[in-house]
């Protein structure tokens, strides 16, 4: 149980154009789903936090224009990179967690993201 | 503040070999979580363990093995009798009670040479 899946794996895009990332939980509600970003050799850094129905946390230094997500249900939540440059090349990192059990996150597998 | 440390950048082993991960933490709150992820090189996150800080217990499961010591904020990791297929980077990772949000550490990459 508790499978993520993301949506595509990978993209390759040209610069400016927007980019859509699916993140699904496909056998649990996901009331919380965060999403992460891990430059190459690099460790993962959190995003944004976003719970159904809410607007998301970005954290600091993210850009919420630029990186918007959007939770409409509780078994989807997409990161829309918006006019995309080079450097947000990047490995893009879904997690999903459930009311009952905030404390532990289930990861998708994760899109690769490469910018042109 | 990095509220993660994983002191190892790399480790190389021979297969057979054991290898200790260390991970070091820092939080004010009282009740946490810690976390082991394995990354293979496909990218997607293996979890291993999860551990409260309220169980001190030390854990074993096959090959792996963690030590968490409250008295000194570790939460170390330790594979024994290495083999190929550990080769990975390895996350050390805390959460908080207050909001839940994951720190990562800034991993560990091991290989384990044939």
């Given at each position: 149980g508790a499978v993520v899946s993301q949506h595509p794996s990978w993209v390759?895009?040209?610069s400016g154009t927007s980019v859509k990332i699916e993140c699904r939980s496909l056998?649990?509600?996901?009331t919380t789903m965060f999403w992460y970003r891990q430059f190459p050799k690099q460790s993962l850094m959190l995003m944004a936090t976003s719970n159904e129905g809410s607007k998301a946390t970005y954290e600091q230094g993210?850009?919420?224009d630029k990186f918007l997500i959007n939770h409409a249900s509780l078994t989807l939540s997409t990161l829309t990179v918006t006019s995309a440059h080079p450097e947000?090349?990047?490995?893009?990192?879904?997690?999903?967690a459930t009311p009952s059990s905030t404390d532990t996150q289930y990861f998708g597998p994760g899109t690769r993201l490469t910018v042109l | 503040a990095q509220k993660v440390t994983q002191a190892q950048t790399?480790?190389?082993?021979?297969?057979k070999e054991d290898v200790t991960l260390d991970c070091v933490y820092e939080t004010r709150d009282t009740t946490y979580y810690l976390f082991w992820y394995k990354q293979p090189p496909s990218?997607?996150?293996?979890?291993?363990?999860?551990?409260?800080s309220f169980d001190e217990q030390n854990e074993i499961s096959g090959r792996y093995s963690w030590n968490f010591q409250k008295s000194t904020s570790s939460f170390n990791?330790?594979?024994?009798?290495?083999?190929?297929v550990d080769s990975a980077v390895y996350f050390c990772a805390?959460?908080?009670?207050?909001?839940?949000?994951?720190?990562?550490?800034?991993?560990?990459?091991?290989?384990?040479?044939?």
């Open positions: 390759i895009c040209k056998d649990f509600q996901a993210v850009e919420k947000d090349s990047s490995f893009y990192i879904c997690s999903g | 790399e480790i190389s082993v021979v297969e990218g997607e996150l293996v979890f291993l363990i999860r551990r409260n990791f330790t594979i024994t009798a290495s083999q190929v805390l959460s908080e009670a207050t909001d839940y949000k994951l720190s990562f550490g800034a991993g560990t990459t091991v290989t384990v040479r044939a």
